[in-house]
Structure formats: structure tokens, C-alpha cells
């Protein structure tokens, strides 16, 4: 890195405004001198905001001279913020902190903020099965739209539209391994997700503006502007974790490679899933094409309670019907393996619950339905047995 100790770049957000205002407030850093990336993107409620170099005291500046080599001057944080004021009006923050605040400066005309723009769409995808989907939808009170999504397993959305932010904001999508989409707006993101490591994010977004006050070929403290402004630009996206992970050929690989370079367009999400090969349910959730498949269904929110209740009812039924199975041929044979079993999924679920997994809490289900239906199964099996099954003529009622 080039950033010698002392020299911060401090991220500068605007009041909050779905209006792209980065032209604007380049060119106010310009006249100040200002070096900066300065950006605009609805994509994480972020609005226009920009990167720029200060010594924690002061903001730093280029000087207006036409050595071939200078170092950094400075602005007195109190006019730096004066002119933002100015121009944008107060609720400006540097840092995290409020630059000036309405009572310090009240502007002539403020404008009102924009309400934070919603998602418009978000999909992911998931291997788990559908009554633990379930339970995470008893968790967040939602619903999922479901549909298969061949060796990625099901891909999901919020059922109802108002719960798309919920999704996002809780981190939903990332519970799972798989790929996540959303888009807002003209911007779209995409990331697969693994529990071994952090969601990896490929977002596209409007491009960086960088801000250059210097004189051609004048370097600030050793280094040309643009290059202390390619050092602190963050990038959106490692194109190489995408390579890796889903083991592209040389062919995809550089596609892939040309595509994370693209601004965002309408067919971005598109050529991403056509480069990766990826089953396109997901795609199309996030699309909102109408759900054709015919496996297409809502899972609806069922907790734990819930499913064990079903799963009761479904076993004393299956019981009253007293089907000619296994395990009444056989009974002392299937209380050894249901034992077996019930010891084996208790023990996965307590180990898989003291290590955080929520999918524990499956085999833990399973084990309770199990359990119960033994105590059922025995107990019918006693009550038949008090019955003969051929009674005399005359005493069967």
C-alpha cells in the first residue's frame, strides 16, 4: 500500500437521496481540490458518498502550484464542511460522524430525503429440506416460494414482497450452501455461499468517479493521484474465488473475467448463470417470471412444535390402519433397530446442536416422531393383542 502512517481515507456519505448526486459532488471536491472516489449506488441503501484523504485533523488537499512533485496541504475540517453544507445541506457524516447538523447550519431549501429504496427481488438457493425451510419461516414469519433447482437443491424467495428486506437485512440467503441474486434498481449482486467460509459477493454497480486536482504527471507525497486513488478503491468483486470455486475452463474463466468488469445491464445476472452453468430457477425467481414448473410451491411457516404434531397424527393413523409391515412381523427385530436409531439421531442432534448447526434440530424431530411412535406402536400392539381376531360367532358385537 501506498498510505504512509498519518493519512486516512475517510468515507463522506450524503443526506440520504435515491438522486444520483456523484457528477455534483465531484465536482464541488474538485473545486476544493480534493482528491476523491466519489460514487452513487442504491444497491445496500448506501446513496452518494465518497473516499477522501485526511490526517484525522484536517482533510487533505493538492496544492495549486505546478511543482513536479509536492506534498499533501490541508483544510480546516470547519470549512471543509461549510461548503458541503452549502451546496447538499446539513446531515452529512464523515466517518460515521455528523459533519453539521441542522441547528449549526440551516439550509435555505432542504430537500427531503428519500425514503431507502426496497429490494426488488432476491432468490437463493438451499439443499435443506423442506420442513427445516419451514422452521426457518416460523423464525422470520415468512413464506418461500420453492422450486427445484437440480443438483443445487431448491431455490427460494420471500412469498410476499414486503418480506424481501427482511431476507436481505437477516442474511437469509446466506444460511446455506449455494448462490444468492438480488437487484435493485439498475444494480444486481450475486454470491455463493459456503459454510466453511465468508459469502463470497460479485455486485455490479454504477462505476467510480475518481477525482483528480493535481497537474499532469505531478506526484503528491512520491505517487500520481490516480494511483493513490487505485490503491484505496475497494474492489467489488475477486474474480478468482468465482474461477476457483465453480472450477471454470480457461474459455469461461476469461468471460467470467470480462463480465466482472461490465457495468450493470439487464442481462448481467444472465451471462453470469450461463458462464457458471447453473440451473436457472433461481435466476428466474429473481427475475419474477411466473412460476410454471410443476413442482412449483409455497412452504409455509410450521415450527417444531407444529411438524411434531404432524408427524404424531400421521403415525397413529398409519397405526389405526394396522398395515402388515415390517415391524409387526417382526417386532422384537424392529425395537432393536428403532433403539438403535433413536440413541444414534439423538446423539448427531445433541453434537450438532452444541455446535451451533441449526439443521440439527431435524434428526432431533425425527428422533421424538420415532420415539413416540414406539410407545403408540406398543401400545395398539397390546390393545390388539386383549382382542382375539376370531371371535366366536355371536361375540363380536
Known amino acids: 500500500m501506498l498510505e504512509p502512517p498519518g493519512i486516512l481515507w475517510l468515507p463522506l456519505r450524503l443526506p440520504p437521496s435515491e438522486t444520483n448526486q456523484a457528477e455534483e459532488l465531484a465536482a464541488l471536491l474538485e473545486s476544493l481540490r480534493v482528491p476523491a472516489a466519489v460514487r452513487h449506488s442504491i444497491m445496500y441503501h448506501t446513496g452518494t458518498f465518497a473516499l477522501v484523504p485526511s490526517d484525522g485533523a484536517s482533510i487533505l488537499m493538492v496544492p495549486d502550484e505546478y511543482a513536479p512533485a509536492v506534498s499533501w496541504s490541508r483544510i480546516p475540517l470547519d470549512d471543509f464542511s461549510s461548503a458541503l453544507a452549502e451546496r447538499f445541506g446539513p446531515g452529512m457524516h464523515l466517518d460515521g460522524e455528523q459533519l453539521i447538523s441542522d441547528a449549526d447550519h440551516p439550509h435555505p431549501s432542504p430537500a427531503p430525503p428519500s425514503p431507502a429504496a426496497s429490494m426488488d427481488a432476491i432468490a437463493w438457493t438451499s439443499r435443506e429440506e423442506p420442513d427445516f425451510i419451514a422452521m426457518l419461516g416460523a423464525r422470520f414469519g415468512m413464506s418461500f416460494d420453492s422450486v427445484d433447482a437440480g443438483d443445487l437443491g431448491r431455490a427460494l424467495r420471500p412469498h410476499f414482497g414486503a418480506d424481501r428486506d427482511t431476507a436481505f437485512d437477516d442474511g437469509l440467503w446466506a444460511m446455506t450452501d449455494g448462490i444468492a441474486l438480488w437487484r435493485r434498481g439498475s444494480e444486481c449482486a450475486a454470491a455463493f455461499v459456503s459454510r466453511r467460509y465468508r459469502p463470497n459477493i460479485a455486485s455490479w454497480r454504477s462505476p467510480w468517479v475518481q477525482v483528480d486536482p493535481s497537474k499532469p504527471g505531478q506526484l503528491i507525497d512520491g505517487a500520481l493521484v490516480r494511483t493513490w486513488l487505485d490503491e484505496v478503491i475497494p474492489p467489488d468483486r475477486d474474480v478468482d474465488a468465482w474461477i476457483a470455486h465453480f472450477d471454470l475452463d480457461s474459455a469461461k474463466?476469461?468471460?467470467?473475467?470480462?463480465?466482472?468488469?461490465?457495468?450493470?445491464?439487464?442481462?448481467?445476472?444472465?451471462?453470469?448463470?450461463?458462464?457458471?452453468?447453473?440451473?436457472?430457477?433461481?435466476?428466474?425467481?429473481?427475475?419474477?417470471?411466473?412460476?410454471?414448473?410443476?413442482?412449483?410451491?409455497?412452504?409455509?411457516?410450521?415450527?417444531?412444535?407444529?411438524?411434531?404434531?404432524?408427524?404424531?397424527?400421521?403415525?397413529?393413523?398409519?397405526?389405526?390402519?394396522?398395515?402388515?409391515?415390517?415391524?409387526?412381523?417382526?417386532?422384537?427385530?424392529?425395537?432393536?433397530?428403532?433403539?438403535?436409531?433413536?440413541?444414534?439421531?439423538?446423539?448427531?442432534?445433541?453434537?450438532?446442536?452444541?455446535?451451533?448447526?441449526?439443521?440439527?434440530?431435524?434428526?432431533?424431530?425425527?428422533?421424538?416422531?420415532?420415539?413416540?411412535s414406539l410407545f403408540i406402536d406398543r401400545a395398539a400392539a397390546r390393545a390388539n393383542a386383549r382382542v382375539p381376531d376370531d371371535l366366536p360367532d355371536g361375540l363380536d358385537g
Do not use: K
Not at 476469461?254 to 440451473?279: K, N, Q, V, Y
Not at 411457516?301 to 400421521?314: T, Y
Open 253 to 372: 474463466a476469461s468471460r467470467l473475467r470480462a463480465l466482472f468488469r461490465r457495468d450493470p445491464d439487464e442481462s448481467t445476472l444472465d451471462d453470469l448463470f450461463d458462464i457458471l452453468s447453473l440451473d436457472t430457477a433461481c435466476l428466474r425467481l429473481v427475475r419474477d417470471h411466473p412460476p410454471l414448473d410443476s413442482d412449483f410451491e409455497v412452504i409455509r411457516p410450521r415450527n417444531a412444535r407444529e411438524q411434531f404434531g404432524d408427524g404424531m397424527r400421521s403415525e397413529i393413523d398409519a397405526i389405526a390402519a394396522r398395515p402388515e409391515g415390517f415391524r409387526h412381523r417382526h417386532p422384537r427385530l424392529w425395537l432393536t433397530i428403532s433403539l438403535v436409531a433413536i440413541l444414534g439421531l439423538a446423539g448427531f442432534a445433541a453434537a450438532g446442536l452444541a455446535a451451533g448447526r441449526m439443521t440439527a434440530i431435524l434428526p432431533g424431530i425425527v428422533c421424538l416422531v420415532w420415539t413416540a
